[in-house]
């Protein structure tokens, strides 16, 4: 099963059908403009005044990457200033998180990233939305303050601090958070890691200041970029996996290899096909030992767990979930099962127009998108649905001094049979053929800024290819303009 099917698991593979409870309380975006909702619902607030002690037109709970993006289409839209606020749990304003597991984890002598230098909207070339941005733009953001409660018919929240806020339409973009091991397998000792936020980054850097032996359990993104970064710092590491190879949902075993072979090259040892047992501390309370199931001990003084995450619907679990792939059940306008309220970014589950499936994306093209498609939709009068074309990419080996660096991208569906071309030198491309021939997915390491533009067309116009022609493709260069030339001849999606 592909990454986006397993990632996004469909609800039988399709919407919910119009009629289905579930979308019957959504008015059709061709009968029922989102607007028209939305100045009823303010008049509503407004009105209601004994509910709340403040209103507010437009609120977005959790201040995380879609919401920096759909505070900029706010912006854009004139409607932020004196109307929009956004209720934070985090200490910062907006920010780009994938910063987190690789500039920000940089060796402190190789000008590691900070903030305020990755505010939103940086990462797709925008303006750096600092604090100040906020403020001059007229938009309160409450920090650390999380939504306790809500109260979906007198349309309020209950933050931690005990405040009462009276909202208009609702964005909730609570984002994950960070799978963890029990506590009582020694998920929670002294020296052990997660890293979803600023301050759990800040937390690892203290620790590898001090580290020597370092444990990673989990063989996907997180993983591989933590081991990227600590090798960086020279640090002994030990990366642990119950699976066969590195990234199991996306690379194939062929790909996989050349990366292991890199980070081999730069230190790093592996574990695969082995599971935890338990954490266990030694005599300062300290992580000290990684227990495996099959007994065998690993020396650790610092251990980073990246096995996954999980998407924070609460206390909006009324607003309705989807059961199969996780998260808040919304439309391809992003609206949930009640009136002006929304749920955007890794936390909506939404329809995959292009496969055809219901899915959720927890990747930061996707949070950016979702909060500029949802904020343009509740602003005007655009209702096209979202149709989103997966795309994955990870960078690390970033550092100065770094002897190769790693930079792929992914755009598609990684379903059918692959084809590699390249030898990793350093470019290597890996195709997924349906039975058709047709490309579904396209993989490229270390390609030109116009070969990485190639790859969504591609995975968009999903071409067929004459397969034989593909396999004996002698360079990456070749077999991407043969699939460039193969598009005229394909269908578009
Ligand atoms: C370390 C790391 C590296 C990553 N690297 C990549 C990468 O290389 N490529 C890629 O495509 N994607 C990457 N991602 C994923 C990407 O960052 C997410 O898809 C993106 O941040 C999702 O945006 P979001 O706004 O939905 O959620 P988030 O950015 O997670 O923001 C959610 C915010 O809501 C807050 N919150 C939660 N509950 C409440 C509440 N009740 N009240 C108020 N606030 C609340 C949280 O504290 C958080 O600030 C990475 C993620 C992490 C953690």
């Known amino acids: 099963m592909s990454l986006v099917s397993r990632l996004t698991m469909a609800i039988s593979l399709r919407m919910a059908p119009l009629s289905s409870p579930l979308h019957s309380k959504w008015p059709s975006a061709s009968t029922r403009h989102p607007y028209v909702g939305l100045i009823r619902r303010s008049l509503v607030v407004k009105a209601s005044g004994e509910f709340a002690n403040e209103n507010r037109e437009?609120?977005?709970?959790?201040?995380?990457?879609?919401?920096?993006?759909?505070?900029?289409?706010?912006?854009?839209?004139?409607?932020?200033?004196?109307?929009?606020?956004?209720?934070?749990?985090?200490?910062?304003?907006?920010?780009?998180?994938?910063?987190?597991?690789?500039?920000?984890?940089?060796?402190?002598?190789?000008?590691?990233?900070?903030?305020?230098?990755?505010?939103?909207?940086?990462?797709?070339?925008g303006e750096r939305q600092t604090p100040d941005w906020y403020k001059e733009h007229g938009i309160e953001v409450l920090y650390q303050d999380p939504v306790v409660g809500v109260d979906s018919h007198a349309q309020t929240l209950t933050t931690s601090s005990g405040k009462l806020l009276k909202y208009g339409s609702l964005i909730i973009s609570t984002g994950c958070s960070a799978t963890r091991l029990p506590e009582k397998s020694g998920g929670s000792l002294p020296g052990v890691h997660y890293i979803r936020d600023v301050s759990d980054a800040d937390s690892l850097v203290s620790s590898l200041e001090r580290a020597q032996k370092v444990v990673v359990i989990g063989g996907g993104y997180i993983g591989m970029e933590v081991a990227a970064a600590t090798a960086g710092w020279n640090l002994d590491t030990t990366i642990i996996f119950p699976e066969e190879h590195l990234m199991p949902r996306l690379f194939t075993s062929s790909l996989a290899q050349r990366y292991e072979e890199l980070y081999r090259k730069n230190g790093t040892k592996f574990l695969k096909g082995v599971l935890i047992d338990k954490l266990e501390a030694g005599a300062d309370g300290?992580?000290?030992?990684?227990?495996?199931?099959?007994?065998?001990?690993?020396?650790?003084?610092?251990?980073?767990?990246?096995?996954?995450?999980?998407?924070?619907?609460?206390?909006?679990?009324?607003?309705?979930?989807?059961?199969?792939?996780?998260?808040?059940?919304?439309?391809?306008?992003?609206?949930?099962s009640i009136p002006g309220v929304f749920a955007i970014g890794d936390v909506a589950a939404f329809p995959l127009k292009i496969?055809?499936?219901?899915?959720?994306?927890?990747?930061?093209?996707?949070?950016?998108?979702?909060?500029?498609?949802?904020?343009?939709?509740?602003?005007?009068?655009?209702?096209?649905?979202?149709?989103?074309?997966p795309y994955f990419y990870s960078r690390v080996f970033e550092y100065e001094g770094s002897t190769r660096k790693v930079w792929w991208q992914f755009y598609g569906d990684n379903v059918g049979d692959t084809i590699e071309v390249g030898n990793f030198d350093p470019k290597i491309a890996t195709f997924w053929l349906d039975s058709e021939n047709r490309l579904k997915g396209v993989l490229l390491e270390s390609g030109s800024p116009e070969e990485f533009e190639l790859l969504p067309q591609l995975a968009r116009r999903q071409p067929v290819i004459n397969r034989a022609k593909l396999e004996g493709a002698h360079s990456v260069e070749a077999a991407l303009e043969m699939a460039k030339n193969s598009m005229q001849f394909g269908s578009t999606v």
């Open 58 to 125: 437009f609120v977005i709970v959790g201040g995380g990457n879609a919401a920096g993006y759909a505070a900029r289409t706010f912006v854009e839209h004139g409607m932020a200033d004196g109307k929009l606020c956004i209720v934070s749990k985090e200490a910062f304003a907006p920010y780009e998180r994938p910063t987190l597991t690789k500039g920000y984890l940089f060796p402190t002598d190789k000008k590691p990233a900070r903030l305020p230098g990755f505010h939103t909207c940086v990462g797709t070339g």
């Open 286 to 336: 300290r992580v000290a030992t990684v227990k495996l199931r099959n007994g065998n001990m690993i020396e650790a003084d610092t251990v980073i767990v990246g096995i996954g995450a999980k998407p924070v619907v609460g206390p909006f679990e009324m607003v309705g979930l989807n059961s199969t792939v996780g998260g808040i059940q919304v439309d391809s306008l992003f609206r949930t």
């Open 355 to 389: 496969y055809d499936r219901m899915a959720r994306v927890e990747h930061v093209d996707h949070a950016r998108k979702s909060a500029q498609h949802c904020v343009r939709t509740l602003l005007t009068a655009h209702t096209q649905p979202y149709d989103y074309l």
